[in-house]
T-cell receptor, first 115, second 111 residues
Framework: GAVVSQHPSRVICKSGTSVKIECRSL??????MFWYRQFPKQSLMLMAT?????????EQGVEKDKFLINHASLTLSTLTVTSAHPEDSSFYIC???????????FGQGTRLTVV | QKEVEQDPGPLSVPEGAIVSLNCTYS??????FMWYRQYSRKGPELLMY????GNKEDGRFTAQVDKSSKYISLFIRDSQPSDSATYLC???????????FGQGTELSVKP
């Protein structure tokens, strides 16, 4: 399957600071990328969908000013958690899909801990 | 009612057993069905992908879709301890649509 690389795999930051997470499709061009959040023993919660060159579409209840998503190229999308608070601590996962396709390939996930 | 229902388990089986994992769904418009495997603290890995009804086999894994019953299954034959993970079903209505996930079933295969 296609490879999606997510970095960093783990990050600890202080409350009030911002954290950027990168998601790269290594061997294909990802027209669409998705960002998910996952709490322990729960399923993936879709946060937003981003298409290359367009503004991201956020799911209901997700603060777009807090979770900034940029999809500047066909191989890179970034999620920036701004002014992070302890309640933002979670496992964040990106996935990528070729335009119009059905299969989505996931990154390794980023464990964010805000202290 | 959630669009996709999946028993979270945990499910514990002895090595070599046949494992049956299932999901039910309410939206009859779903056409594409996937099973993902997720190891602890890792991203999901695509295992099986099926379009519409029918069976698909890949090694020890078999995926079944019964659209009339809105029911999908994943069977694992000759289960191994390395199969211990959380298995998530997912489905979409049409190409380019949003993936809707089940809650995931935690599977433990004991040596």
């Amino acid at each position: 399957g296609a490879v999606v690389s997510q970095h960093p795999s783990r990050v600890i930051c202080k409350s009030g600071t911002s954290v950027k997470i990168e998601c790269r499709s290594l061997d294909f061009q990802a027209t669409t990328m998705f960002w998910y959040r996952q709490f322990p023993k729960q399923s993936l919660m879709l946060m937003a969908t981003s298409n290359e060159g367009s503004k991201a579409t956020y799911e209901q209840g997700v603060e777009k000013d807090k979770f900034l998503i940029n999809h500047a190229s066909l191989t890179l999308s970034t999620l920036t958690v701004t002014s992070a608070h302890p309640e933002d601590s979670s496992f964040y996962i990106c996935s990528a899909r070729v335009g119009g396709g059905t299969e989505a390939f996931f990154g390794q996930g980023t464990r964010l801990t805000v202290v | 009612q959630k669009e996709v229902e999946q028993d979270p388990g945990p499910l514990s089986v002895p090595e070599g057993a046949i494992v049956s994992l299932n999901c039910t769904y309410s939206n009859s418009a779903f056409q594409y069905f996937m099973w993902y495997r997720q190891y602890s603290r890792k991203g999901p890995e695509l295992l099986m992908y099926t379009y519409s009804s029918g069976n698909k086999e890949d090694g020890r894994f078999t995926a079944q879709v019964d659209k009339s019953s809105k029911y999908i299954s994943l069977f694992i034959r000759d289960s191994q301890p390395s199969d211990s993970a959380t298995y998530l079903c997912a489905m979409i209505v049409n190409q380019g649509g949003k993936l809707i996930f089940g809650q995931g079933t935690e599977l433990s295969v004991k040596p």
